[in-house]
């Protein structure tokens, strides 16, 4: 395996070192100054690995898509032989605290530049398409098991998709009235409905 060049470490180091000032200060506080602060460079070494502000955000971007992609699809993967705990094991790698808070908050501010960058928009379609995807394929699997019924496992995981993204934004947003628990038994009440067997969530074996 070749070893990272100089040139690729340093360019990591300030994908890093921006994603924190994104997540400390958000976009607006992104400046090329305040990055070179925090990666501890001059802002000519800034400009230097990357052309403009708009470049190193689509860096981080692009790293912070890859990197919980990774996580997601892995996630997925998991406990092939139950669909309800792989289901479970699914959601909670997009749900703070069970999942990296860090990559989740980064994303969701990321999701901003989407509507102003055509390049950004793709990327946050890509990462959609994924998880819609994973889910899909999950539903699919566990009514193949006979262990959901659902007529649309299409339909079904969009849906799936479309709560956790409410859930989750609310909680990274500092809404006091959603905790992780409730976020998690909120899910699983709403899944159990939709895959056929309501009286799962009551019993909390999956919580």
């Not at 032989?81 to 999942?99: C, E, H, I, M, S």
């Amino acid at each position: 395996m070749t070893a990272p060049s100089k040139s690729d470490t340093s360019r990591r180091g300030l994908v890093a070192a921006a994603g924190r000032v994104l997540r400390d200060r958000g976009l607006e506080g992104a400046r090329v100054r305040e990055i070179a602060a925090a990666a501890g460079v001059s802002p000519g070494t800034v400009l230097y690995h990357f052309g403009s502000t708009d470049d190193l955000l689509f860096a981080v971007h692009e790293d912070a898509v890859a990197r919980y992609s990774a996580l997601r699809t892995a996630a997925a993967a998991g406990h092939q032989d139950d669909p309800w705990l792989r289901l479970v094991a699914t959601f909670k790698v997009g749900l703070p605290p069970y999942a990296d808070r860090e990559v989740i908050e980064l994303l969701y501010e990321m999701h901003r530049l989407g509507r102003k960058s055509p390049r950004h928009a793709v990327l946050l379609s890509g990462l959609w398409r994924l998880e819609y995807g994973l889910y899909v394929e999950l539903v699919s699997a566990g009514v193949a098991r006979g262990v959901f019924r659902c007529a649309d496992p299409a339909a079904t995981a969009r849906t799936l998709l479309a709560l956790e993204d409410g859930l989750v934004l609310h909680l990274i947003s500092g809404n006091e009235a959603v905790s992780s628990p409730l976020a998690l038994t909120t899910f699983l009440t709403a899944a159990a409905h939709l895959l056929g067997d309501p009286a799962l969530a009551a019993s909390g074996r999956y919580a």
